[in-house]
């Protein structure tokens, strides 16, 4: 079964400094019916203006990451981790027993367009940790790039869950067939451009959650970015 999450459907936080869209329940943002997928909790679409950000503020066991569409996110946690994301960068902080970050347009004239994920782990109370790696565009042009796996493979980033992520850019003939494992889930988010998802046409923001299913074809894009989530096939996050 495939069930379409559009992108018109999603709850809106704007703040003047922070225009953020949720695909599933956050903050004041409430909707019965979608507050998560398995154990996929957050997928919020946000755009910060330039030099504005997030204050210091605490997470604990929730894996959580970004994924920067345009511009420069500037990273600073209680780990002493400092950095800045980018387009292609993907940014992995399991926060575990407890860990303090902050998050800011890294730029004082142009916004950020980002998106962050949260998943629930399955563990709690591990040793914080902070991982990043750039994918090219090469490593996912026509294909779809596993990025976060449980066990790092392939140069992936690690995610304390049997979860895995995968990110691919399509466009024009560029058509991908990808077979999921048996009896399992997945989430697939459109993050910029269009795609038919098994025949079925997306635009940014559009998301379809997979039920049964073992194949998932990407065809047809136009200059499209795409998030696969391979997940266990329980229905709400438990956190």
Known sequence: MMELRSAAQRGIANLGWLHSQHSFSFGSYYDPQHQGFSDLLVINEDRVQPGRGFDPHGHRDMEIFSY???GALE???SMGTGSVIQPGD??????GS????SEYNASRQAPVHFLQIWIVPDRKGVAPRYQQRHFSAE???GRLRAIITPDGADGSLS???DARVYAGLFDGAEQQRFVLPENRFAYVHVARGTLHINGQRLVAGDAVKLRQVR???FSQGEQAEVLLFDLRPNETPRY
């Open 68 to 70: 920067v569409l345009d």
């Open 75 to 77: 990273h600073k946690d």
């Open 90 to 95: 993907v940014q992995m902080m399991s926060a």
């Open 98 to 101: 407890g860990v303090r970050h």
């Open 139 to 141: 490593e996912k042009r």
């Open 159 to 161: 995610v304390y869950q």
């Open 215 to 217: 194949e998932v074809e």
